[in-house]
């Protein structure tokens, strides 16, 4: 049983650290700016994100963004002023792998090891320890992480240096936003054209358009349900990295650009806090037509 930090216990965090101390692990939370969540009864309250280094073998962060993980990390009283040799700093955030590279570079130099790690699966996978992890540092680090990894994840994969981890996870992002459009205006088109877009769904179930999208966000959008999940203004966070980096390598990713303009929609309707399957809302109101006859 290790010594684990776990900073950042939002809708994410909170199960993945409730799974860590189901399974025996010793967890020591921050308290800078909430109390220990009541679900972590055991938890152990330290007051800084720099005590939560010093008393644990293991620091994970999962934060909202690239600027909260450098406070975390390296503001005042943070986890890099509390860190000695042979401790691990796992930021499983979704940030950018540019910045992730120099965060672990500045680790690195403090005796410590860095891996970054963040994941795919929301809230749903969070809970059940089913979560895909992405994972970017050296091979002896994530051996001897594995078997938290194990904890919260099913399908994880060492995919290289730091900074790789956070670049496969932004690949997802474009993948799944895409994905999201795609059955968004599949439904929308069918519910224009007078079909019934539930049971067009269930047709698409069965062939070669079947996707996990189509399953749960397919369903989402039927029902109206878009309390997130994951949610579209941290979506529109991940595709600006996606774009911002694109920038930088020179090259053209012209659908996710649509897909950010239509989350761009949705927050300027009210959306931002709406699960990111809520993206049909701002079709619907560009078309104005709803499926649900809203």
């Given at each position: 049983?290790?010594?684990?930090?776990?900073i950042g216990t939002g809708i994410m965090g909170l199960p993945m650290a409730q799974n860590l101390a189901n399974a025996g692990h010793q967890l020591f939370?921050?308290?800078?700016?909430?109390?220990?969540?009541?679900?972590?009864?055991?938890?152990?309250?330290?007051?800084?994100?720099?005590?939560?280094?010093?008393?644990?073998?293991?620091?994970?962060?999962?934060?909202?963004?690239?600027?909260?993980?450098?406070?975390?990390?390296?503001?005042?009283?943070?986890?890099?002023?509390?860190?000695?040799?042979?401790?691990?700093?796992?930021?499983?955030?979704?940030?950018?792998?540019?910045?992730?590279?120099?965060?672990?570079?500045?680790?690195?130099?403090?005796?410590?090891?860095?891996?970054?790690?963040?994941?795919?699966?929301?809230?749903?996978?969070?809970?059940?320890?089913?979560?895909?992890?992405?994972?970017?540092?050296?091979?002896?680090?994530?051996?001897?992480?594995?078997?938290?990894?194990?904890?919260?994840?099913?399908?994880?994969?060492?995919?290289?240096?730091?900074?790789?981890?956070?670049?496969?996870?932004?690949?997802?992002?474009?993948?799944?936003?895409?994905?999201?459009?795609?059955?968004?205006?599949?439904?929308?088109?069918?519910?224009?054209?007078?079909?019934?877009?539930?049971?067009?769904?269930?047709?698409?179930?069965?062939?070669?358009?079947?996707?996990?999208?189509?399953?749960?966000?397919?369903?989402?959008?039927?029902?109206?349900?878009?309390?997130?999940?994951?949610?579209?203004?941290?979506?529109?966070?991940?595709?600006?990295?996606?774009?911002?980096?694109?920038?930088?390598l020179a090259l053209n990713l012209p659908n996710t650009a649509t897909a950010q303009q239509i989350f761009s929609t949705c927050v300027a309707i009210g959306?931002?806090?709406?699960?990111?399957?809520?993206?049909?809302?701002?079709?619907?109101?560009?078309?104005?037509?709803?499926?649900?006859?809203?």
């Open positions: 049983m290790a010594n684990i930090g776990f939370v921050s308290t800078q700016r909430s109390p220990v969540p009541a679900e972590l009864a055991d938890a152990e309250g330290c007051a800084t994100p720099k005590a939560v280094a010093e008393a644990a073998e293991f620091i994970i962060l999962m934060v909202p963004d690239t600027p909260q993980v450098e406070a975390v990390l390296f503001g005042e009283n943070g986890v890099a002023s509390g860190l000695s040799e042979g401790k691990v700093v796992i930021d499983m955030s979704s940030i950018s792998p540019l910045a992730t590279k120099d965060f672990a570079r500045r680790v690195n130099e403090l005796g410590a090891e860095y891996l970054d790690a963040p994941v795919s699966g929301g809230e749903v996978g969070a809970k059940a320890g089913t979560l895909s992890i992405m994972v970017g540092g050296s091979e002896e680090t994530f051996a001897r992480a594995k078997p938290l990894f194990d904890i919260m994840g099913q399908n994880i994969t060492l995919v290289g240096g730091n900074g790789d981890g956070q670049t496969a996870k932004v690949a997802n992002q474009i993948i799944v936003a895409l994905n999201i459009e795609a059955v968004s205006e599949a439904l929308l088109f069918a519910s224009k054209a007078g079909a019934d877009p539930a049971r067009v769904r269930e047709a698409l179930m069965g062939g070669f358009a079947s996707s996990k999208i189509l399953e749960v966000h397919g369903e989402r959008m039927v029902k109206g349900t878009f309390n997130p999940g994951f949610r579209i203004e941290l979506h529109q966070k991940d595709l600006n990295l996606a774009l911002t980096g694109a920038k930088e959306g931002a806090g709406w699960d990111h399957s809520g993206m049909i809302k701002g079709l619907e109101h560009m078309s104005n037509h709803s499926i649900r006859d809203e």
